[in-house]
């Protein structure tokens, strides 16, 4: 008898601490007047280049910091500082994402409260950020038109808990065959609630509709 | 990816129970996954069995329950399955309704364990 199997109930969400640490930063960072923007896009879908040129546009009436996590250097915080916006890098040390105890640390680290908006750049890829809350007011993220128009099918998580969607480097359409309607109704179809900016941070297309959108999702939460 | 840190939050839990609950090995594991999520069964088997080496754990089988995306409509509160694959605008089959919001298909749960 002392050998038979028994089943133990458990019933435990296994990302619930996570979530719960989330739930707990958000309400912090609304109660200090900062909101948080957690930034998700693969490698080379222009991450830093898209935060440059809206930095550069929402920096007048905004005091933004940079929060760049990368599994191990400092080259993205060192693109921001030099453009004049505090940036600070974490060194995720092989993790490939944040989670919020790590946004915590960083926001610490920074000061937060000193800032309207800080913008977290997560780790590139568009699988392991989708899982764990961070906190943040706001989720968004980019996709380039060099990745295909086929991204909303392999990678529907990260679509589904974004609310804005950043279509970058709009200059290469006439060299793709990305098809623009099929990425949209592929996108609404995880995700009807999602807000789309058609941008190119090289040329500047599009960044100011979006850096206006930003400012007053910004104010609406810090007042 | 991230199997390690999913996995090593499995194991945490399991260790837990397992230690309120005078266990002396566990046998398996039944885990319900969103269909939704990235991780692959065999994959989360493998990181399992290296993070839980040389614990109570070591050996389970992990018993993978895939949980469909539900979505409930916005207009009418009908709560119907999709296929998130498939890349379709899905409609409400009630109302044709285009807004719905995310019932289930993102969880990570651990139903329950059998141990020795």
Same mark, same amino acid.
């Given at each position: 008898?002392?050998?038979?199997?028994?089943?133990?109930?458990?019933?435990?969400?296994?990302?619930?601490?996570?979530?719960?640490?989330?739930k707990?930063?958000?309400?912090?960072?609304?109660?200090?007047?900062?909101?948080?923007?957690?930034?998700?896009?693969?490698?080379?879908?222009?991450?830093?280049?898209?935060?440059?040129?809206?930095?550069a546009?929402?920096?007048?009436?905004?005091?933004?910091?940079?929060?760049?996590?990368?599994?191990?250097?400092?080259?993205?915080?060192e693109?921001?500082?030099?453009?004049?916006?505090?940036?600070?890098?974490?060194?995720?040390?092989?993790?490939?994402?944040?989670?919020?105890?790590?946004?915590?640390?960083?926001?610490?680290?920074?000061?937060?409260?000193?800032?309207?908006?800080?913008?977290?750049?997560?780790?590139?890829?568009?699988?392991?950020p989708?899982?764990?809350?961070?906190?943040?007011?706001l989720?968004?993220?980019?996709?380039?038109?060099?990745?295909?128009?086929?991204?909303?099918?392999?990678?529907?998580?990260m679509?589904?808990?974004?609310?804005?969607?950043?279509?970058?480097?709009?200059?290469?359409?006439?060299?793709?065959?990305?098809?623009?309607?099929?990425?949209?109704?592929?996108?609404?179809?995880?995700?009807?609630?999602?807000?789309i900016?058609?941008?190119?941070?090289?040329?500047?297309?599009?960044?100011?509709?979006?850096?206006?959108?930003?400012?007053?999702?910004?104010?609406?939460?810090?007042? | 990816?991230?199997?390690l840190?999913?996995?090593?939050?499995?194991?945490?839990?399991?260790?837990?129970?397992?230690?309120?609950?005078?266990?002396?090995?566990?046998?398996?594991?039944?885990?319900?996954?969103?269909?939704?999520?990235?991780?692959?069964?065999?994959?989360?088997?493998?990181?399992? !069995?290296?993070? &839980?080496?040389? *614990?109570?754990? #070591?050996?389970?089988?992990?018993?993978? +329950?895939?949980?469909?995306?539900?979505?409930?409509?916005?207009?009418?509160?009908?709560?119907?399955?999709?296929?998130?694959?498939?890349?379709?605008?899905?409609?409400?089959?009630?109302?044709?309704? !285009?807004?719905? &919001?995310?019932? *289930?298909?993102? #969880?990570?749960?651990?139903?329950?364990? +059998?141990?020795?």
């Amino acid at each position: 008898m002392n050998d038979a199997v028994r089943i133990i109930e458990v019933k435990e969400d296994i990302l619930a601490d996570n979530a719960l640490m989330a739930k707990n930063l958000n309400a912090e960072l609304t109660a200090s007047k900062t909101f948080l923007m957690n930034l998700m896009a693969s490698p080379g879908a222009g991450k830093t280049t898209t935060l440059l040129a809206t930095l550069a546009l929402i920096g007048k009436h905004l005091k933004v910091g940079v929060m760049e996590a990368d599994i191990d250097s400092k080259v993205d915080a060192e693109k921001i500082a030099a453009a004049g916006t505090e940036a600070i890098q974490i060194k995720t040390g092989g993790f490939c994402h944040m989670d919020a105890t790590m946004v915590k640390t960083g926001l610490d680290a920074m000061d937060s409260p000193r800032f309207d908006l800080v913008i977290l750049e997560n780790v590139g890829n568009l699988v392991c950020p989708a899982e764990f809350e961070t906190g943040a007011h706001l989720n968004a993220m980019i996709l380039s038109i060099p990745e295909g128009d086929d991204k909303p099918l392999k990678y529907p998580l990260m679509f589904s808990v974004c609310q804005v969607l950043l279509v970058n480097k709009m200059d290469y359409l006439p060299l793709s065959d990305f098809n623009l309607d099929v990425f949209r109704e592929r996108v609404r179809a995880i995700n009807p609630d999602m807000t789309i900016f058609e941008i190119s941070a090289k040329t500047g297309e599009g960044v100011d509709a979006w850096a206006q959108w930003l400012t007053a999702r910004v104010k609406s939460v810090i007042g | 990816m991230h199997e390690l840190p999913v996995m090593n939050s499995i194991l945490a839990v399991v260790l837990k129970h397992a230690a309120s609950n005078q266990v002396k090995k566990v046998v398996a594991i039944h885990l319900q996954v969103g269909e939704l999520s990235d991780l692959e069964d065999a994959w989360m088997q493998q990181y399992f !069995d290296y993070v &839980s080496k040389g *614990s109570l754990a #070591e050996g389970a089988v992990l018993k993978i +329950e895939r949980i469909p995306v539900v979505m409930r409509c916005s207009a009418c509160g009908h709560s119907f399955r999709i296929n998130v694959k498939d890349g379709m605008k899905p409609l409400c089959p009630e109302c044709g309704g !285009d807004k719905h &919001s995310l019932v *289930s298909g993102r #969880e990570y749960l651990i139903k329950n364990m +059998e141990v020795l």
